[in-house]
C-alpha cells in the first residue's frame, strides 16, 4: 500500500503570517506532485504542482518546496489570507496513474484576520 | 467551458436501497474517476473510466460499481446500501489518463443512509 502522510492535520495562522503544510511519500516512481485546494460544499481543485526535475515552483503567494532525496514536498502560503482557510490535500503520483490518486489525509487551514 | 457536474447534489437512502449517481466530465475530458470522502478516511479512491473502460478500482466491495457511456458520461452504483456508505461522492475527470493531466472535480453527490 502506498502510503502519503501529511501533517499538520489543523492549521491555525494569522492574516499576513506564512502557512507551511508538508507532505511525504513512499514510492520513488511518484513524479508528479500536486496540492489540490478544498473549501466546504466544494469539490477539491488543483492549486499548484510540481515535477522531480526543479526544487521549489512559485506561483503568486503558493510555493511548492520539493524535496527528493527526503521523499518530502511542501506547499508554504505566504501573506495568508481569510480567503485561503480551506482544506489542503496532496496527492503525490507516476503519469500513469493520472486519475487513481492517493491523497494525503487533508490539512484544514484557519487564517483568523 | 461548464465544469463536471454531478447529479443530484444531496440524496437521502435507506439502509438496503440501491442508488445510482450521475456524472457529468468536462466536454473533450476521457477519462473519468470517483472518489469516496468521508471525515474518517479521508479522500478515497473508487474506480476510474477512460472509453468507456474501466482502467483502475479501488478497494471497495463489489456493492460499489460503475460504468461510463460513450460521451464519456459516467455513473456509479452502489447496492445493499449500508449506514457506512454516508459520504460525499466526487467524480473528476481529466484530459488523458496519462501526462500528468489533472483531475477537475466536481461538487459531489452528498449521501447521507439512514
Known amino acids: 500500500q502506498q502510503q502519503v502522510k501529511q501533517s499538520p492535520q489543523s492549521l491555525i495562522v494569522q492574516k499576513g503570517g506564512i502557512s507551511i503544510i508538508n507532505c511525504a511519500y513512499e514510492n520513488t516512481a511518484f513524479d508528479y506532485f500536486p496540492w489540490y485546494q478544498q473549501f466546504p460544499g466544494k469539490g477539491p481543485a488543483l492549486l499548484i504542482a510540481?515535477?522531480?526535475?526543479?526544487s521549489e515552483k512559485k506561483e503568486g503567494r503558493f510555493t511548492i518546496s520539493f524535496n527528493k532525496s527526503a521523499k518530502q514536498f511542501s506547499l508554504h502560503i505566504m501573506d495568508s489570507q481569510p480567503g485561503d482557510s480551506a482544506t489542503y490535500f496532496c496527492?503525490?503520483?507516476?503519469?500513469?496513474?493520472?486519475?487513481?490518486?492517493?491523497f494525503g489525509q487533508g490539512t484544514t487551514l484557519q487564517v483568523k484576520p | 467551458k461548464a465544469g463536471v457536474t454531478q447529479t443530484p447534489r444531496y440524496l437521502i437512502k435507506t439502509r438496503g436501497q440501491q442508488v445510482t449517481l450521475s456524472c457529468s466530465p468536462i466536454?473533450?475530458?476521457?477519462?473519468v474517476s470517483w472518489y469516496q470522502q468521508t471525515p474518517g478516511q479521508g479522500l478515497q479512491f473508487l474506480f476510474e473510466?477512460?472509453?468507456?473502460?474501466?482502467?483502475n478500482k479501488g478497494n471497495f466491495p463489489g456493492r460499489f460499481s460503475g460504468r461510463q457511456f460513450s460521451n464519456s458520461r459516467s455513473e456509479m452504483n452502489v447496492s445493499t446500501l449500508e449506514l457506512g456508505d454516508s459520504a460525499l461522492y466526487l467524480c473528476?475527470?481529466?484530459?488523458?489518463?496519462?501526462?500528468?493531466?489533472?483531475?477537475?472535480f466536481g461538487n459531489g453527490t452528498r449521501l447521507t443512509v439512514t
Open positions: 496527492a503525490p503520483h507516476g503519469s500513469s496513474n493520472t486519475g487513481k490518486l492517493i
Open positions: 510540481i515535477r522531480p526535475d526543479v
Open positions: 473528476a475527470s481529466s484530459l488523458e489518463v496519462s501526462d500528468n493531466s489533472p483531475l477537475h
Open positions: 473510466y477512460f472509453s468507456e473502460t474501466q482502467r
Open positions: 466536454s473533450g475530458h476521457r477519462s
